[in-house]
C-alpha cells in the first residue's frame, strides 16, 4: 500500500508542474492585461512620466510579455516573487508570513466541518422515513443556503457582542505576547510554553473557524447521507442483514466505510473553496492571514502580490488533492491493486 | 477596562484550568494598557515612504516630526527648538533638541536630520517626501544641533512642512548599518512609544519609551488592533474588545452615543469632500460648470450621509485655517444653474452629457453622495455617467488625463495651510487635480514664490474665491471623524482628526 500511496504521490507531483506552469502563465498574462500601470503605481504620486518610463524599463515592463513572463518565473524559481508594490516588502515574505495563519485557521474549520458534516450526514440518514426527515433536511438547505461571510457577521454578533462570550478581533489578546516560531500560533504558543497564549489564540480562532466550518458542513453532511443511501442498496448490506447483524453495525462497520470515499473525494475539492473563503472571514474577523493580504493586494492592484498569492492557492489545494487521493487510495482496497 | 466582564471570567477559569497565569490580574492592571480599533495597517514602517494620513497618528507615536501642531494646529517646536525662514524662503536655519534620543539609545543630530531631508532623497529611495522636499538644494550641518536647509527656490511653507506628512527623521546610522529591509521590520524612532510588536494586517503593540525627550504617555502599552470592517470595529467597541475606535458610520455614533459607558463624537477636520473637475470637455463652458455647483445642495448631503455635522463649505480650505473665507458663500440655487444652463442652450429637456467618477469606500458615504450628485445634476439638466475607480488607480487616470469631467475626492491637510488646500489643488503642474488651466494655474505658481506669510494667505484667499467664482473646483463638505470610546478614556482632539496614542489617559 505504502509503494501504491508514493506511486500516486510522485505520480501527482509530476503532473503539478505543468499544472503550476499553467496557472502561473494564465495568472501573469491576466494581470498583465489588466489596466494598470505597475511602474506608476510602484512610485510617488508626483513622478514624471520620464521617471516612469524608466521604472518600466527597470521592471523589464517594456519587454514583450513572454520574456517578461520568463523572467518573472526565472526570478520566482529562484524564490524572488518580487516586491510588493503597497507594502515595500519582498511578497514572499509576506506570503510566507501570512500563510501558517490561513492554514491554521483552514484546518480548524476543516475540522469542524468534518464533524458536523458527518454527524450531521448521520443524523439525517438515521432519520430517513421519518416526520423529523423533512424538518432535518430543511435545516441542512437553510445551513447550505448561508454563505460564510454571513456566518462570520451572524457569530460576531450572536457570540461576539450579545452572549460576549468568544472575541472576535485579531489572533491574540491584546496584553499577551506573540510567539513565532513557525508561524502556526498554536503550535508555537505550546513551544513557548505558554498555555494563557494557547488558549487566547484558541478562543480567537473559534468564531471564525465555525464560520467558514459551518458554511462547509452542509455539503458532507447531504453528500454522506447520499452515498449512505447508495451503499444500502448494495447485495451485501442485504446479505448483512439476513446474517442477523445489528443495524448500527452494518451502518458503523460497513456501510460508513463504503460511503465516506465519494465525500472525501468532495472535501477535497470543497477544501480549495474553504480556503478562498478565508478572504472575506479574515477581513471580517481581522485575521492576519493571506486572505487579509488578499483583499488589500487586489484593492491596491498590486500586482506582484497578488501574484504569489494566487500561486501560493494553487500549490496549496493541489498538496490538499494529493492529499485527498492518497487517502483515498489507502481507503479503497480496490484501488491498491490497479 | 474596570469591568469584569463574562469572557473575562471564562477566561480567567480556563487559563485556572490551564494553570496559566490569571487574565483577571491583568484586566485590573488595564488601567496602563489601551486597545484601539484603528481602520489601516501603516504602509510600511518607513515612515518618509508613502504619504498615508490615516497612519500619521502611528507613526507621530513611533517617530517624531522636526515640528509638531497643537491642537489648534498651530505649528510648534518639536525636535527643531528654533527655527528661521530667511526673508525669501531661499533657506531655513534650524536648531534641533540635544535631548533626544532613538529607541537604541543613539543620540540624534543633524546628521539624521540631514540624512532624511536630504540624503536618502538623493541616493534615488523611491520616496514620497521626494517630492516636498524636491527644492532641498542641501542641508549645511554646522553642529549637531545647528543646521542650514539651503532651497533652489522659495520655500516658504517649509515649516509646515516640518509637521506634514512624511516628515520624520529617521536614524541615519542605523538605517545605513542594519539596511532598509531590516529597518523595517525592526524600525526605531525617537517617538514616545517604542515598537513592541507588529503582525501585519492585525496589530501593533507600542510600549512607553522611558527615555523620551518630552512628556511620556500616560499610558505604558497600546495595542492597535487593525480592524478594517467598520462594523466589525463598532462590534469591537460594543462588546469592550477594544477601549476606542474611529471612523465608525455616523448612524453608529449616535446610537452608540447613548449607551452608558460610552462617549461618541463627530469632529469636523481639516479635510474637504469636492468635486474635482477638468477645464475640458463638457466643463471647458463655464456656465455648465457654475450651473453644477449650484445645483449641488450640499446642507442636503451633509444632513442625509453625515447626520449633519459635515459643515458645507464655499471653498478650498476649513473653518479656522487660515484660507478660509467666513463671509463667502456659494450658494444652492437650482433655479439659477437652470438658467446658467440655459444660456448655452442646456436644459432638463436637453440634458448637457458629463463623465462623473467616483470611489466606492474611499472615504465614508463617497459613492451614496456621487449618487445623489447625479440626481442633483439630472434635475437641472445635467445628465452624468457615473463609474467608479479605484483609489490605486487615481493618478494613474489623472496623469494620463483620463479622468471625466468631474471627480468625488477628498483632500486631507492636515497642516491647515492654503498651499497645502487650493495651492495643489489647483496647481496645473502636480498631479493632484484633473484642473490643468493656465490662468488660475499662473496665480497659484505665483504664490508658490511668495515669501512673506501674510502675503501669501491674501493671496491664497483671493485665489479661492476666484476659483470657487470661475468654476475651477467645487468644494462641499468638511469631512469629519468619528471617535467612539469609554467615557473614562481621555484623549485630546486635534482640529486636523489625529487620536494620538500619546494623549490617551485613564480617568
Known sequence: MIATVAKLIAFRLLAAVPILLAVSALLFCALRLLPVDPAAMSLPPTATIAEIDAQRHAMGLDRPLPEQYLIWLDAALHGNFGRSIALHSQAGSLVAATLPVTIELALAAMVIAGILGFGGGLLLF???????????????ILLLSIPEFLWGLILLFVFGVVLDLLPFTGQISPNLPLPDITGFLLIDSLLAGRPDVFFSALEHLILPAFALGLAFSPTIMRVLRSSLFDVYHEDYIQQARLRGVSERRILLRHALKNAVLPTLTLAGVQFGIL??????????????????LMVDAVRNADLPLIQAIGLTYCIVVLLINTLVDSLYVVLNPKLRTQ | MSKLQRRTFLQAAAAAALGAGSPIVSALAANDSATIGWPNDVPSWDPNQRFTPDAQPLFKAVFDQP?????????????????????????????????????NGDKMTTDDFRYTFFERIKSGVKLDTANSWKKVEDIVVESPTKATMKFNSPAPTAPQWMAFLGSFVVPKKYIEGQGLDNFLKKPIGTGPYKLAEYELNSRIVLERYDNYWGPKPKIARVTIEIIKDPSARVAAIQSGQVDCTVNIPVREVDRLGKESGFAAEIN??????????????AFADENVRLAAHHAIDKAALSKAFYGGAAVPLSVLATPGTPGYLPDFSFKYDPSLAKDLLAKSKFGPANPVKIGFATTNGQFPSDYDIARAIVQMWKKVGIEADLQVIEYAKYFELNRAAKLPEATLYSWDNATGDPEIFSGYQLNPKMPFSPWKDQDIGNRVLALFGVADYNKRIAGYRDLERYA???????????????????????????????????TLQWS
Open chain 1, 275 to 292: 480556503f478562498s473563503g478565508t478572504l472575506l472571514i479574515e477581513v471580517i474577523y481581522s485575521y492576519p492571514g493571506m486572505g487579509n
Open chain 2, 468 to 502: 470657487v467664482q470661475n468654476g475651477a473646483t467645487m468644494p462641499l463638505l468638511q469631512s469629519v471623524v468619528t471617535v467612539v470610546r469609554k467615557r473614562n478614556l481621555k484623549y485630546t482632539k486635534y482640529g486636523n482628526g489625529w487620536l494620538l496614542p500619546q
Open chain 2, 67 to 103: 515640528l509638531d501642531q497643537d491642537p489648534q494646529l498651530k505649528l510648534i517646536p518639536h525636535l527643531i527648538k528654533n527655527w528661521t525662514l530667511a526673508p525669501d524662503a531661499m533657506s531655513m536655519a534650524v536648531e534641533l533638541r540635544d535631548d533626544v534620543t532613538f529607541h
Open chain 2, 268 to 281: 469636523p477636520i481639516t479635510r474637504v469632500i469636492l468635486l474635482q473637475v477638468r477645464a475640458d470637455l
Open chain 1, 126 to 140: 438515521h432519520l430517513r422515513g421519518t416526520v423529523l426527515e423533512t424538518v432535518a433536511d430543511l435545516g441542512s
